[in-house]
């Protein structure tokens, strides 16, 4: 351990270009990987925003519907279902009316013609035509006067979610094999200016596992700390950039489900910058210590 | 202590660097290996100190066989030998004292046996008066005094050393010398590889001549050349 300070101490220069490197991929991986990861939770929270509008027959009583209601609650893939009352609904159209100045409800004469509605929420919306079509049926539900789904929409969505999904997947993957790279031959650098070091700890008779062991902990050393410079960067973009969209794109930005927090963000680019500079390293001395 | 039986080795490119060769050093002798450059010399005490060779015949050193020793083991073996180089191998940015102590410390020797260890070392090569010294501002007999005593402080029943002195001139080669055999009349078995003429000559020690990988010459009380030179 203080083997692997005292050389980082030493090796000044090397090591800052080291910590460089590593902090520029890593910030480059980091930013990349929230990026995406934030696409992806926006593509898979879209669908799920089309709801069901299950109409029921304007004579069923309230006692009936609430009993349609649960029913449908119990099915599978459902997340919830909200009743919005035929009162509500006359609500809205007088103010509707008050709005646009109609005189709708002024025509209908005090009557209330308008049905209660249950809105179904999925938790998966590519399950959308499957329940709608339970829905419909009559046998099952004869309460139910009309299912309306946004078809259309919800496929285009699902078809986006599943691009970003794999796009996504495969950029994420290449850049990590990408950033591994670099730090294991930021690593290797490191480790070749050690050579001589190494080479008389060999012929003094150190074992393998004692040359290793100081140049390993340089090497996540290098990681981590080029991790938190990366996570710090992230998270700061990422705070600029999410304040300027409330306020270009508020309604867009309040769909969002809440990103990760940043201790998340952070242990994760952590995670990833020890187990690649550990690899890094262990990597680079193997070689070494075969040509002896 | 080290017996070699019809050692041959080849390497990669077939180029062969000693094809058959059987030799004995006992316990406590002091022996030179001579012979021009590529005639097998560091090949010889690269078997001594197990450098991945390809290598047929046996290599006995104290007992055990080297060509079957587990890759393992060789830095247990390598503990027990002295190890020195023309090029000194020291480490530029430690001092003396840290450098002697380098050998102990990466074999996990503890602060306090260091401490016991490196300056009877030092003073075996007259340098503890340096050894806050770091190894630029030494000479170049100095430093090779310097890797002496790093090859001394385990003690090592064994003392290699490949061309000692062939970046230094003759007086302190002499000096080199003095100390080598001063090291083998403590007890330590000492094998110079060198083209070294002057310290051979000035030695009067078993010398074993080596051509084209094949043992030439060995006699007790050998010079460098063929012909004793006449004093």
Redesign the interface.
């Known amino acids: 351990m203080g083997e692997a300070v005292r050389d980082i101490r030493?090796n000044g220069l090397m090591s800052v270009a080291a910590l460089t490197t590593s902090a520029i991929s890593l910030t480059v991986l980091g930013g990349a990987l929230f990026t995406l990861y934030r696409l992806h939770q926006f593509a898979d929270a879209q669908p799920r925003r089309f709801e069901i509008s299950v109409f029921l027959r304007p004579e069923i009583p309230r006692a009936d519907v609430k009993e349609v209601r649960r029913r449908i609650q119990a099915l599978p893939f459902v997340e919830r279902v909200t009743l919005f009352t035929k009162e509500q609904a006359y609500a809205e159209l007088q103010q509707a009316d008050r709005e646009s100045s109609t005189a709708i409800v002024a025509a209908l004469g005090g009557a209330n013609p308008l049905p209660d509605r249950l809105d179904v929420r999925l938790t998966d919306a590519s399950a959308t035509d499957a329940i709608a079509g339970v829905l419909q049926d009559r046998t099952r539900f004869p309460q139910v006067d009309r299912v309306r789904t946004a078809r259309d929409a919800v496929q285009v969505f699902l078809g986006i979610q599943r691009l970003v999904r794999n796009v996504g997947g495969g950029l994420a993957a290449m850049l990590f094999i990408g950033t591994a790279f670099v730090i294991q031959n930021t690593i290797r650098l490191t480790v070749l200016a050690r050579r001589?070091?190494i080479?008389?700890?060999?012929?003094?008779?150190?074992?393998?596992g004692?040359?290793r062991m100081p140049l390993v902990l340089e090497g996540m050393f290098y990681g981590v700390v080029g991790a938190l410079v990366a996570g710090a960067v992230v998270l700061f973009v990422v705070a600029q950039v999410s304040a300027y969209g409330r306020r270009i794109v508020s309604p867009l930005a309040h769909s969002m489900p809440p990103a990760a927090g940043p201790w998340t963000v952070l242990a994760v680019l952590v995670a990833i910058g020890a187990i690649l500079g550990c690899l890094g390293s262990v990597l680079s001395i193997r070689r070494f210590l075969k040509?002896? | 202590m080290i017996e070699l039986q019809d050692v041959s080795v080849v390497y990669p490119g077939e180029r062969t660097a000693l094809s058959h060769v059987s030799l004995r050093i006992n316990k406590g002798e002091f022996v030179f290996v001579v012979g021009p450059t590529g005639s097998g010399k560091t090949t010889l005490l690269k078997l001594l100190y197990r450098e991945d060779l390809h290598v047929t015949g046996k290599v006995m050193v104290s007992g055990r066989n080297l060509t079957t020793l587990h890759p393992r083991e060789v830095p247990f073996l390598r503990r027990r030998l002295g190890i020195v180089f023309q090029d000194f191998g020291l480490l530029p940015n430690k001092t003396v004292f840290e450098n002697v102590a380098y050998a102990l410390r990466v074999i996990g020797a503890g602060r306090k046996e260091i401490r016991r260890k490196v300056p009877p070392a030092l003073e075996v090569v007259g340098l503890v008066h340096r050894c806050d010294a770091f190894p630029g501002q030494l000479s170049g007999g100095e430093q090779q005094r310097v890797a002496i005593a790093r090859a001394l402080v385990n003690d090592p029943p064994l003392l290699l050393a490949d061309e000692p002195t062939g970046n230094l001139d003759p007086e302190t080669s002499l000096g080199i010398l003095r100390i080598l055999e001063h090291v083998n009349v403590r007890g330590t078995t000492v094998l110079v590889a060198t083209h070294d003429k002057y310290i051979v000559d000035c030695a009067h020690k078993r010398v074993i001549a080596l051509e084209r990988g094949r043992v030439v010459r060995d006699e007790v009380e050998g010079a460098y050349e063929c012909e004793p030179v006449i004093h």
Do not use: H, N, S, Y
């Not at chain 1, 008389?200 to 393998?208: D, S």
């Open positions: 030493r001589r070091e080479r008389i700890m060999q012929l003094v008779g150190a074992t393998p004692f040359i040509t002896v």
